[in-house]
């Protein structure tokens, strides 16, 4: 869950100005995530977000040269670099990789936290990745397949 907490905050902070604790609260309420004041400032000192000011105020930055380490951008990136295909078969989705490539990958998998996901399992090149339903299976593949053909 904090894992997938802290991915949230990277991708928000990324995505748009935040000022306060406060709106990263109501920002991370309104994706899903049942926060309080003092988790999110637990979260912030975790990730080393800076103050950073600018015309406004102040905002959230990732500190000088650091990158979101589980961010979207760098999901794609790995899925780009590292994923061969991608196949399913009910409500198990089955990923190729070149090899030594399926822990990098399994591991942004479960940083994503997508909650239709149980879990993965990495081999070598192979992951195994079991979806909730078999009706949502369609919507995981979606996203897999949009980040290797972006």
């Known amino acids: 869950m904090k894992a997938r907490r802290h991915f949230a ?10 000022g306060t604790q406060e709106e990263l609260c109501d920002l991370l309420r309104e994706h899903g995530f049942n926060v309080t004041q003092a988790t999110v400032s637990r979260d912030i000192k975790e990730l080393k977000l800076a103050k950073t000011p600018d015309g406004l105020g102040y905002y959230y930055s990732l500190p000088e040269g650091a990158s979101p380490r589980n961010s979207m951008d760098r999901m794609q990136r790995i899925f780009q670099d590292l994923v061969v295909s991608c196949d399913h078969s009910e409500n198990i989705i ?3 990789t070149i090899s030594a490539g399926a ?13 239709h996901i149980l879990g993965t399992v990495a081999g070598d090149d192979t992951i195994i990745v079991v979806v909730r339903s078999s009706l949502a299976v369609l919507e995981v593949m979606s996203i897999f397949n949009g980040m290797i053909n972006a």
Not at 104 to 113: L, P, T
């Open 94 to 96: 089955v990923i190729k």
């Open 9 to 18: 905050i990277l991708d928000i902070i990324a995505g748009q100005r935040v």
């Open 103 to 115: 822990q990098s990958v399994a591991s942004v998998i479960d940083a994503y936290g997508n909650p």
